[in-house]
């Protein structure tokens, strides 16, 4: 493998924020294709984070900062942007560990020559856009960790220049590609619900994540049994004048299938309770006027955002391939759950992890992966129907390269600390304790008590968990 150059600094900027940290916004210039490095750049956009402790003596202020060791984060996806680190809950727990830490937009998020209808139309044909889109799965993104590293890492002492790494959900996921194929950049890595299915095809991921959405349905309607009715009174309802009529203030259309997608919230922490005060209003919406009102039509709307995410939407598939076209692998399957049949006599059962967005459900920015993308969205959803063409070419492409390596990983000489959840939602449990298994030294912290965005929602515990598997011994 070629060696990678180190990024470019395009720009630096420092300012301090409330809660004592000292903010760097850095712009780097990276290869677009890391085969082809001379055939043009991304700009990557990242964020990093130090304690700022005021002094007595202004010139201890102007002192050369020292070389902590740096932690990258690497969150859920793919295709969403990294919020900065005042906003995430663990980021003083980390640096009070004595590190840095570095957040970065993942290429194609944020501000990282961002992918949506608009810049990648500016690329040429759809032929063109669909060979684009295949430079911003997680080979592509860990080749921007290491130019980055190379970079932040130049004036370190040699014995010093890894870094560790944190991932969470699809950025656990960018870990496991690290690890395979770049572990020589890595001093340590703590991954939180993000352990990479071994496989080469989404097609026994979806199999087996079905079924987990089926028990959640079941623990929803058990706690909320009088939704069975309201349920079908909304689906019916969005079904009178043919599906898709109702529109939503984005201009997409609210069709029954795309309302079914709100059970994406049922892998979370207090996701049951979500969806429950999702149907609740528009029931009695229906009930009461006849018609579903602009704030809970906004409501819907914010649960199921894909119209934000391009890549999520585009590249959610592939992001398991290898040698293999997904070919709208979850569309494929979901014929084999009568479960989810929208016609179906006995409860409507919801489609689960679908959605991954920034809105003001928190949870969704840790979201990743799993969430099943159907062929029928480039329809319903208004910014998705100008990529239809492009997302059937990538969903056709079989010509995908790899994204873990076993016989590396059975090797693996790099400390691995990993959170597992019997019941998420997004990353098969078995699946996910087979990975462990393929990793050799990997040291796992397994609860049944936590969900996918443990991270979020159970910060303290989790976060503690994963730093006692690295500071105590185990016999």
Not at 350 to 379: D, L, N
Request: hydrophobic residues 35%.
């Amino acid at each position: 493998m070629s060696k990678i150059a180190a990024a470019q600094i395009v720009e630096q900027r420092i300012h301090l924020v409330p809660g004592k940290l000292r903010i760097t916004e850095h712009f780097f210039d990276v290869p677009k294709d890391y085969s082809k490095p001379d055939a043009g750049k991304l700009r990557i956009f990242a964020r990093s984070v130090q304690k700022h402790e005021a002094t007595a003596d202004p010139e201890d202020e102007k002192a050369k900062p020292k070389q902590l060791p740096w932690m990258v984060y690497l969150n859920g996806g793919p295709g969403m942007s990294c919020r900065s680190p005042e906003a995430h809950p663990w980021t003083h727990t980390v640096l009070d560990k004595g590190y840095q830490m570095l957040y970065l937009d993942q290429r194609g998020t944020g501000m990282s020559s961002p992918v949506t209808a608009s810049t990648l139309g500016l690329r040429g044909d759809n032929a063109v856009q669909a060979r684009y889109l295949k430079l911003f799965r997680a080979d592509s993104i860990v080749k921007d960790c290491e130019a980055i590293r190379q970079t932040l890492l130049k004036d370190y002492p040699e014995e010093k220049k890894k870094w560790s790494i944190m991932g969470q959900s699809f950025g656990g996921f960018c870990g496991i590609t690290y690890l395979s194929f770049h572990p020589q950049g890595i001093r340590e890595a703590f991954l939180y619900g993000g352990l990479q299915p071994l496989v080469h095809g989404p097609d026994e991921v979806y199999r087996r994540l079905y079924r987990k959405v089926i028990q959640r349905n079941k623990a929803y309607y058990d706690k909320y049994p009088e939704d069975v009715d309201r349920v079908k009174v909304i689906v019916r309802f969005l079904q009178r004048f043919g599906d898709g009529t109702v529109k939503l203030p984005s201009e997409g259309k609210l069709s029954a299938r795309r309302f079914q997608q709100i059970g994406a919230l049922f892998g979370f922490h207090g996701g049951i309770d979500l969806v429950h005060d999702i149907v609740l209003h528009a029931a009695y919406d229906v009930e009461q006027f006849g018609h579903i009102t602009r704030p809970t039509l906004s409501s819907i709307e914010r649960a199921t955002g894909f119209d934000d995410a391009l890549i999520y939407s585009i590249l959610h598939e592939p992001i398991y391939c290898e040698d293999t076209a997904p070919n709208w692998s979850a569309h494929r399957l979901q014929n084999d759950y009568q479960e989810f049949n929208l016609q179906s006599k006995g409860p409507i059962y919801f489609t689960g992890e679908m959605v991954s967005f920034h809105t003001r459900f928190s949870w969704m920015v840790y979201k990743a992966k799993t969430t099943q993308i159907y062929p029928w969205m480039f329809e319903d959803y208004s910014e998705l129907r100008k990529v239809q063409d492009v997302a059937n070419r990538v969903a056709a492409d079989p010509a995908w390269g790899p994204l873990f390596d076993k016989t590396q990983l059975a090797k693996n000489e790099v400390p691995v600390y990993a959170a597992i959840y019997v019941d998420d939602m997004y990353v098969d449990y078995g699946l996910a304790s087979e990975t462990a298994l393929a990793i050799k030294g990997c040291k796992t912290f397994v609860s049944n008590v936590m969900y996918h965005d443990a991270i979020r929602a159970k910060m303290d515990e989790v976060v503690k968990q994963l730093f006692a598997l690295k500071e105590d011994t185990l016999d």
